[in-house]
Every structure is written in structure tokens, then in C-alpha cells.
């Protein structure tokens, strides 16, 4: 059954970066189905640009690991989407090939990092994507665009050919418009790969059930307060009610942590950052550099040249975090929160099976209308804490409020992505019929 998939998309709201105009599939679980890749996740022979100058005419002489498990399974590679440069950003605006529009509302951010992949999703130009989540990066753009993406626990999907970002927070995830195919797809990618030595070899292969009486839902106050607009609030409480209505009971609780999460989050993907991206140097990658010049001199041209301006601020700041005489004082503190983060999320998740809230404190931004970084990095309240905790969650689409998106956020233990996907489905299946 193998061929040839002639992939044209009207691409209105600039999703792709790159598109393969004949993507190739063959036999397997996803035999001619058309997948749109986060343009940080390496494809041979495919140009992979993280949406920045720096990698300028990069083309990677090898596939990472879920996209060999993707082509095993006969999938067709369409393309790769556009996204914020290097995953830093949650609007798709500091991508180096023009924002991405939301297809809800045009002048509206599909959300990021991943905003490409969800936008293709939203637009129907393609019926499943992968992203990528290092403080939110699937969940904000599934939550603005109306879509479905799930953040797996942290070890359960490969990293390897993933470029790094932030490696301890990071993970390669499923997007989709339907919880069904977002599990179908991680029954996919999930598999153990020794390449990468974070994982568990806890493979993925599961089929949603709505089956939930009896769940225990965990509803923390910190998910509905300060900075949360209250429609969002209310449209998500009435979600839990679903739940409820299906058979769950709702629990209080508390991550009392949450008001570090933010200022840990950002000393520790900023300083991951500044140590994964000093490989960009103009020799190996990207534009070429003229070496006549001191190697000190030629490394700063290259890289205030091809970097935007949000990788330039993040590099400083996490070299700075990192530094003799500040790695206590700032780098040794995050770890310490982030540690009690994780706490606080395991003794939640012994009085409640999930833990449900928003995922986004507001719905979608309009273009251009968050510039100042602060206000940006605010808006990773409820989606960050999950990857400090290394937990899975998933996003899904609850009702709207000014006619946009809002999603329902659900996260469990550590390896139990599959209660959280059967809880996301059964609430969607409940609003559909
Ligand atoms: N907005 C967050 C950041 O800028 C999340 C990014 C991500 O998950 N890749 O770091």
C-alpha cells in the first residue's frame, strides 16, 4: 500500500516552514497518514531550521527517534512547522519565518511554541502533529487553537535528534484534534530508545476508555486564582462538572510551591539554554563566519546576527544564572524549588488521581499585543509546573469565551499518561455526543 501523498496545503496562516510536496508512506498502524513535525525534531534529508537564522541551510543527516517510528509505521512526513525560535516563547511571533496566525481568529497568536502544529491541526490541513513541551509549548497552542496535545511524562518519549532546548524539562509530545488520535499517536512514539539515557523503558500502547467512576479530581486553588481570567475559570469548573456528572468526585488541593514556579523555570530552561546553544558557532551550522577575525570576535558576530532577540536575552541570562559566584545564589535555589514542587505535586496526586485546572490563564493573545518578556513568561503559570514536576498533562478543548478556545488542562503521576488521557477523553466524549 505504499505511494506518494501530494501535500499542497493552503497554509493561509503560515504553519509550515518547510513542506514536503511528495511525502512518501507505506504499511503500519499509520499507513497514508499525513503528520506535520515541530521544526526542532530532526529529519534526514529535510531542512530542520528550530525557526532560526543560525541553522540556515541545515539539513540533518539523520532522523530523531520518533520520526523513525513514525516512517515504520507509515506515516507521511508533510513538513515542519513553524514555531517561537529554538521553542523560547509562547506566541509563535519570534520565529525567524514571520508569526503564525490562529485559524480560530486571524489576528490572534495560535499560542507556542508549538503554534505551527496547531494551527495546521486547527486549519485541517493535517490530522495529527508532533510538538514539543519544555514549559507549556504543546498545551498553550492546542489550549488557543481549539486542538488537543498531550505533554508525556518526562522519559516516556525519546529525545534523541530532538534539539535541545531545556534537556531536563523537555519532552517530544502527541498533538491532534481528537483525544483518540492524540493517544494513537503516542502509541507511536512512545517506545524505549537506549540513545536516550533519560528514559524508562515504559512503552505507551494504550486505547482510551471513558470509563471514569469513580476518579479522584484534584482541583488546586492555585489553577483558579490571581491572573486567571475569570470566564476561563468558570468554563473549566464547569468541565470538572462533567466529570463529575460521569462519575468522578472533586477533591481540594494545594501545590503551595506554585509561587516559585515561574522564577525556577526560567533559571533553569534559560540556563540549559545558554550551555545547549554555544554549539552554534557559524562553523558547524548556519551562515559561515569569517574566521580572519579573532575566534572571540567571529563567535559574537554570528551569533548577535542569526539569533533573535529572545534566545540573545535567555543565553545572557542563564550564563549569568550559571556563573562562579551566582550558580548558589540563583541556579542551587530553582533546583531546591522545583524539588519541592515535585513534592507537593506527589502528595496531591495521593489524595487525587488527576489534577485539573486551566491551561491557559487567558485565551489568545492578540498579534503583537505581549511584547515586554515578563508578561509572556506570566502566562506559563499553569502549564511550567508540569515539567518541573516531570509529570504528564494534557490539554483539550472546554467551550470558548469571546468565541475563543479555552482548554482543560489535566495532569497526573509520573507514568500514568494514560489515566489522564482516558479522563481528557471521557470529558470529550461526553461534550461531543
Ligand atoms: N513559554 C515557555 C518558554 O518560553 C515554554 C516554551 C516551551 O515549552 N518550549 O520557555
Not at 52 to 73: C, F, M, N, Q, T
Not at 86 to 100: K, V
Not at 318 to 345: E, N, P
Request: with cysteine; glycine share 10%.
Amino acid at each position: 500500500m505504499a505511494g506518494t501523498l501530494d501535500f499542497s496545503p493552503d497554509d493561509r496562516c503560515n504553519a509550515f516552514i518547510t513542506t514536503c510536496r511528495e511525502a512518501r508512506f507505506s504499511d503500519g498502524a499509520l499507513a497514508g497518514v499525513a503528520v506535520a513535525v515541530k521544526d526542532n525534531i530532526s529529519t534526514a534529508g529535510i531542512r530542520t531550521t528550530c525557526a532560526s537564522r543560525i541553522l540556515e541551510g541545515y539539513v540533518p543527516p539523520y532522523d530523531a527517534h520518533v520520526i523513525e517510528l513514525l516512517r515504520k509505521e507509515g506515516a507521511a512526513i508533510v513538513g515542519k512547522t513553524n514555531m517561537d525560535e529554538f521553542g523560547m516563547g509562547s506566541t509563535t511571533e519570534t520565529s525567524a519565518f514571520g508569526p503564525t496566525r490562529n485559524p480560530a481568529d486571524p489576528t490572534r497568536v495560535p499560542g507556542g511554541s508549538s503554534g505551527g502544529s496547531a494551527a495546521a491541526l486547527a486549519a485541517g490541513l493535517v490530522p495529527m502533529a508532533l510538538g514539543t513541551d519544555t514549559g507549556g509549548s504543546i498545551r498553550c497552542p492546542a489550549a488557543f487553537c481549539g486542538v488537543v496535545g498531550l505533554k508525556p511524562t518526562y522519559g516516556r518519549v525519546s529525545r534523541y535528534g530532538l534539539i535541545a532546548y531545556a534537556n531536563s524539562l523537555e519532552q517530544i509530545g502527541p498533538m491532534a484534534r481528537t483525544v483518540e488520535d492524540v493517544s494513537r499517536l503516542m502509541s507511536v512514539i512512545a517506545k524505549y530508545d537506549p540513545r536516550d539515557s533519560t528514559m524508562l523503558d515504559r512503552p505507551y500502547d494504550h486505547r482510551p476508555s471513558a470509563d471514569i467512576a469513580g476518579l479522584r479530581v484534584g482541583v488546586p486553588e492555585e489553577y483558579f486564582g490571581e491572573g486567571v481570567d475569570p470566564r476561563v475559570a468558570e468554563t473549566v469548573r464547569d468541565a470538572i462538572g462533567v466529570l463529575e456528572e460521569l462519575g468522578a468526585s472533586t477533591v481540594p488541593v494545594s501545590i503551595p510551591g506554585m509561587r516559585y514556579a515561574l522564577a525556577a523555570y526560567y533559571v533553569i530552561c534559560t540556563g540549559e539554554a545558554s550551555s545547549n546553544l554555544a554549539r552554534f558557532d557559524g562553523v558547524r551550522y548556519g551562515p559561515a563566519v569569517d574566521i580572519r577575525k579573532s575566534w572571540h570576535d567571529a563567535y559574537q558576530e554570528i551569533r548577535q546576527a542569526n539569533f533573535g532577540a529572545e534566545v540573545r536575552r535567555r543565553v545572557m541570562l542563564g550564563t549569568f544564572a550559571l556563573s562562579a559566584g551566582y550558580a548558589g545564589r540563583y541556579y542551587a535555589k530553582a533546583l531546591g524549588a522545583r524539588q519541592k514542587i515535585r513534592q507537593d505535586f506527589e502528595r496531591a496526586l495521593r489524595d487525587a488521581d488527576v489534577i485539573a485546572g486551566p491551561t491557559m490563564p487567558t485565551v489568545a493573545f492578540r498579534l503583537g499585543e505581549k511584547t515586554d518578556p515578563l508578561s509572556l513568561y506570566l502566562a506559563d503559570i499553569l502549564t511550567a509546573p508540569a515539567n518541573l514536576a516531570g509529570i504528564p498533562a494534557i490539554s483539550v478543548p472546554c467551550g470558548r469565551v469571546d468565541g475563543l478556545p479555552v482548554g482543560f488542562q489535566l495532569m497526573g503521576r509520573q507514568f500514568e499518561d494514560e489515566r489522564v488521557v482516558d479522563a481528557a477523553y471521557a470529558y470529550e466524549q461526553e461534550v461531543r455526543a
